[in-house]
């Protein structure tokens, strides 16, 4: 009879051991397998065009390094681009959370049936086309439209105001199309918030707007970062809602980047456009990475 | 010394649940109370109203002579240590303690020595700096109590502090909150539905059932003399035997029970039998409030026995018997047992709300 314990033959703890560890590699490697259809689809959609724009833009025709795509960056035409994409995405993520954080608060301080009813009424217009819902903006907005011709019967303008086909239609049709982006993530942290801390705050002395202030919002800055640079990046790179209520006046990046090719058919330039775009997007993508870890780990 | 507290017909109902029904007491500055009661009670809802959570339908409570129930939470100057804590997860430890403190205005200097005292009576000040995220249970229900004592409050109250720990942490806190109430003498509320818990810590225990004051009385009183059948049957082990009262006699299966006090009520009461009151080897004669039954089952525990015995009329009492302090011999099953009551220990209770 062979005694386990006491056994004396060979080194203890060699009992299996070299089929168990190649089960336990054989168990790490089909787990991982899962992963692989993804991870090849990924390679072909994203990494391949993605490494074929920077070609394109960094050699010319006869396959030579120039950097003349990236030069032309600093022409006017370009920086106004640049400025005004920017810009348009600031104000509309400034504003998406001064919109969005009264509506995600709401939402998640009131009773089932109620935040339901406002989730429902933030989700029906994501669910609807961007085509959609911008012409819909231009039905309300244009010389003869609805809120013109409201404000004209009531006698509170002469003329029609200008709310369309400008950097003002851009922004509020933009706003639109954005808010739920910032509302969703600021909802989830704000539901994370124990109720008990502001009975809390409030008992240690704290005024409402104190408890509000110094216990509340610290608390949902993971939630307002992460939309606001949900919405900044998407709107770096908008499309649609620019061109239907831009006028062909406010002209953003990636209607530059269309022209260069669909008028020009000048895909280094596009392609320049695109990478500075894509560098664009990743710092600041970085910038909230920051602000995440620094709001999530102790001060 | 400040702290006095009185209650007085405070009332609050939900739609038609009434959550607390018109109760009235006194809290005498410096006390440790206890609200016991089990879940559902109304003794979380009290404690909400001190604190000024929950607003009342209506009543008036008085903190040293003044109203006290028309302040906001924020102006009440009551520390509270919540159930989950309740510590702010962005702030330090330090943060958390000196909150109140910066709410009060203090010097950042004047502040942190507080916050630091304040943590050294709880055992917390070497981890000042860390991260709530990463203190134990224990720890954090130090900083919930630091937080709450830091500023100097004219009345602490506590809802089921100790709940969330396990059984010998626990243990060890309830000592050593009741040393820290000896140490700063602040009036204190206490809630929690563990009999055990309250008896241990209280200088009185207020028994709260469906809203109403069931019994205020000190841990010993309650459990010696209980004012109804709730709270015999709340405090500590017991069972009941039904005895009938006729013509200012009451009587257990047709025999006179003689009681401690004489007994004046005119219903049909319950006789409280509680195990370590019993007396076994009854005298054949003389012995008043003797009891016999037949064991059905005996049942080992350890410390103890837990001896099944059926009575006269078809009821049954479930009573625990430790041989060496009764100085019997355990009952085989299917034996004679009769077992005695003396009369300095026999009580009789009603149903609550007669």
Redesign the interface.
């Known amino acids: 009879m062979t005694d386990f314990a006491m056994s004396s033959s060979g080194s203890p703890g060699t009992l299996n051991a070299g089929i168990l560890r190649r089960r336990e590699v054989l168990e790490r490697f089909s787990a991982t397998a899962l992963t692989f259809p993804g991870l090849i689809l990924i390679l072909l959609v994203l990494l391949v065009p993605v490494l074929w724009l920077f070609w394109l833009s960094a050699f010319d025709g006869a396959g030579d390094l120039s950097w003349a795509n990236y030069e032309r960056m600093g022409k006017s035409i370009y920086v106004r681009t640049f400025t005004t994409t920017f810009r348009i995405a600031i104000i509309v993520t400034v504003c998406c959370a001064f919109l969005g954080y009264p509506v995600a608060y709401l939402m998640s301080q009131s009773g089932r049936r109620l935040s339901l009813v406002i989730l429902l009424s933030v989700l029906l217009p994501f669910w609807t086309s961007v085509l959609v819902r911008t012409y819909a903006w231009l039905v309300l907005l244009q010389r003869t439209g609805l809120i013109n011709g409201w404000l004209q019967d009531l006698g509170l303008i002469d003329t029609p105001l200008a709310l369309v086909h400008n950097e003002l239609g851009t922004i509020i049709g933009m706003i639109h199309v954005m808010l739920p982006f910032m509302i969703l993530p600021l909802y989830a942290s704000m539901k994370a918030v ?1 109720p ?2 502001m ?10 707007a ?2 509000f202030r ?2 509340f919002f ?2 949902t800055i993971t939630g307002l970062s992460s939309g606001a640079g949900l919405i900044f990046v998407l709107c770096l790179g908008f499309f649609v809602t620019p061109v239907l209520l831009g006028g062909g006046r406010t002209y953003m990046w990636a209607m530059q980047i269309a022209d260069n090719i669909s008028l020009y058919g000048n895909w280094g330039a596009a392609s320049a456009l695109g990478v500075v775009l894509v560098v664009a997007t990743a710092l600041v993508l970085l910038a909230v990475q920051f602000v995440l870890r620094r ?1 999530g ?3 | 010394m400040p702290g006095q507290v009185a209650i007085r017909e405070v009332s609050k109902n939900y739609g038609a649940f009434v959550a607390l029904d018109d109760v009235s007491f006194d809290i005498e500055p410096g006390e440790f109370i206890t609200l016991l009661g089990p879940s559902g009670s109304g003794k979380t809802t009290l404690l909400n109203v001190l ?3 929950t607003r009342p339908n209506s009543g008036s409570v008085q903190l040293d002579g003044k109203e006290f129930l028309t302040l ?9 240590v ?3 804590y ?7 430890v330090m ?1 958390n303690v000196a ?2 403190l910066k ?2 205005k203090i010097g950042k200097s004047e502040r942190e020595r507080r916050a630091t005292e304040a943590l050294s009576t709880v055992q917390m000040d070497h981890l000042a700096d860390r ?1 709530i995220q990463s203190l134990s249970g224990g720890q954090r229900q130090r900083v919930a109590l630091a ?2 004592m830091v ?1 100097e409050p004219r009345m602490m109250l506590m809802d089921e502090p100790l709940s969330a720990l396990d059984k010998n942490l626990r243990e060890h806190m309830q000592i050593e909150l009741k040393r820290l109430h000896g140490m700063l003498g602040t009036t204190t509320v206490y809630v929690t539905h563990d009999q055990r818990e309250a008896l241990t810590m209280s200088d009185r225990i207020a028994v709260i059932n469906n809203g109403k004051l069931m019994q205020l009385d000190t841990p010993s009183q309650l459990y010696d003399f209980p004012a109804n059948r709730f709270v015999a049957e709340f405090m500590g082990e017991s069972s009941f035997l039904p005895v009938k009262v006729s013509d200012g006699t009451a009587r257990l299966f047709g025999n006179p029970i003689v009681t401690r006090e004489p007994w004046s009520g005119d219903h049909d009461a319950w006789l409280l039998i509680r195990p370590e009151k019993l007396a076994w080897n009854a005298p054949q004669q003389g012995a008043a409030n003797r009891i016999q039954g037949t064991t059905r089952e005996v049942i080992y525990q350890g410390d103890s026995y837990l001896l099944d015995i059926a009575l006269p009329e078809g009821h049954s009492v479930e009573v625990r018997c430790n041989p060496h302090t009764a100085g019997i011999e355990m009952p085989e099953p299917g034996e004679t047992v009769s077992f005695w009551i003396k009369q300095s220990s026999t009580i009789l209770v009603e149903d609550a709300g007669q």
């Open positions: 124990d008990s801390l009975l809390a705050a409030s008992n240690c002395g704290a005024t409402p104190q408890a110094q216990v610290p608390q709001a780990g102790t001060k | 604190a000024g959570f906001p939470p924020h102006r009440r100057d009551v520390g509270m919540f159930q989950s309740a510590l702010f997860p962005h702030m330090t943060e909150y109140p709410l009060r991260a937080r709450a500023f």
